[in-house]
Structures are given as C-alpha cells and as structure tokens.
C-alpha cells in the first residue's frame, strides 16, 4: 500500500499576501529538513497531487508546516491558499525527496534561493544552524521586493540570533542599486574566491528557484571547484525544459516486475508508456508526485533490464550509477524489467 498519511492543520500563518504556511498537529510526523509533502487535492470530481516543501526541520521545531506561495492559475496552490484552515484534515503522501542535509563531511553551505524557493532552503537552514559541525551558512535570497520576501524577519531574526554562523545577502529587484538587484555571476565567483573558508570538498550548495537562476547557481559552483555531488538543487518550478530530449520508442509489451514491501507485481508495459502509467493502472502502489522527472518520489532501483529516462532533474549521475531511475519518466528498452522499492 502507498502509505497515506492524515494531517491536522493546527495553525495557519499569512507569510506575505499571497503565501502562508500551515503548521500541522502531527508532531510525530517522520520527515527530514528539505523534503516535501504531496498533497491530494479535490478537483472536481478529480483529485490533483502538489508538492509543497517543509520549511521547519525536525529538530529543531515541535511541529512540522509547509508554505505555499499562490501560482498564478494553480489550481492547487488556490484551493488550499482558499480553503484549508485550523481544524481541517487534509492527507498526502508521507514525505519525500532527496534535497537534504548530508550529516558527513559538511562544514559549510552556501544557500541559493529566489522567492518562494527559500522554503526548503529555510528547513535546510535551520537544521544547519542546529547542527554543530557545520561552522559557516551562507545564504542568498533573491526577491521582487522586501514586502514580497517570504520569511524576511524570520530570516533577520536568525541571522542576529547566530551572527557568527548565519550571513544572508539580500537582493531585491525593485532597488536601484544594480549590484543589489539581481545576482550574477561574478559576485558569486568572487565570494566563492575570497569567502569560503573551508576546502571545497566540504562545502555544499543548495538552490531553489526558476531554472535559469539555478542554473546560474550550478555553473558558478563547478566553476569555483566545488565537486558537482555538493551541488544540489530543487526544481519545483515549471518551465519549458529545452534538454526534454525526443524519444524513438521502442516496440511491443515488456515484462516488469516491481519488488515492494515484501511483494512482487508483474506486469506488462508497452514502449510508449511509461512505468509509472501502467503502475497506476494496474493499481500497483507506488508513490508518486510530479509526474514529470523532476521530484524523486517515484524512484526505484533497477535491478534488471534497460530503461530510457526521457527527463530527469533530480537523480544525479552517482544516482544514475547506483541504477536508480524515475519511474514516471522510464520508457522499457530492454526487458525484462526488474524494480525494487526498498532503496537502503
Ligand atoms: S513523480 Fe516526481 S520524479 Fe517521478
């Protein structure tokens, strides 16, 4: 079975005009700073799925809550923004995700994150101002404007709380000064040559956001020799992927088998379908968000066969060499397809 989980809203904050964070009842709940939560939404006579980041860490808030920012013609982001309230049960899938927090060999993060991309980076944050090893966070918070921050004086506080520990530079497009507008290139280039105190293999960057800026994040990070597996970034944000490669697929039904708590599901998957699809329809439980190669809940290990990942923004290539793949983007090549769900 998906495990699904039920939520009490406990508490509902109004973050800025269009964003607010709900706090849940469920101070048990298992989750790590970083991960996020998949929502089941009423839709009509429908149901939609969106994820939404954690911005607490586990130990270092009593309950756990997520911040939604309102996406122009989102049905989700609308519905809850709209609806949920203190009291409410709401259920979603348990968390996922893979933008966390090594515990070894980090003993400085550098933070990238424009608008409401800070939400995961905020969890991340606090569990590393809780963690004593990490020595030196550095954040960097792009927005439209200082009224539209999301968690701007929480973030103040923080940083005068832990002024040895916690440095945040903030941009704003709205302001004059071209350097405080908008980051770039080289201002990243020369704090990664005259800010970063430890050896690059114990820095690790983190970075939410529109793709371009994240892209930007990636490139200047390799550039500063930070190695690319400290480099890890969260893609929630839908744009046109111009790297979406085309794909010949391949013909006929391919056997796949799918190893799950103790439980084998076999069944069969054509070329121009996905695993994920056919899972679904075959009422096979696996758990899944974005449907679209960018989240990572639908990760499985491959232990046989062949699979083409027409998108992929999530799994690295250690991840790749490991053998795991997303399902909702995984046409069968090679058969027969063997899966396994328990990943540790
Ligand atoms: S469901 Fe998000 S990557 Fe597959």
Redesign the pocket.
Known sequence: MIEHVQLCIREVIQETSDSKTFIFENKDLNYQAGQFLTFLIPSGISTIRRAYSFCTAPQVDEYPAVTVKRVANGAGSRYILENWKPGDWVQCIKASGKFTLSKENVSEIVLFAAGSGIVPLLSIMKQALHDQSIKKIHLFYSNRSANSTIFRKKILKLEAHYPEKLKVTWFFSDSFNIREGRINADFVDSYFTNKILSQKDLVHVFACGPESFMYLAEVRTLYAGVPSENYHQEVFFREDNPNHKPHAFKEGNFDVEIEKDGKTYSFQVPGDRTI?SQAIKNNIPIA????????????LKLLEGKVYLSRNE?LTDKDLSKGFV????AYPEEGPIILKSDLF
Request: proline share 0%; net charge positive; with cysteine.
């Open positions: 994920l899944w968000s974005c449907s679209s190669g960018r989240c990572s809940t639908c990760m999530t997303l399902t909702c983007t």
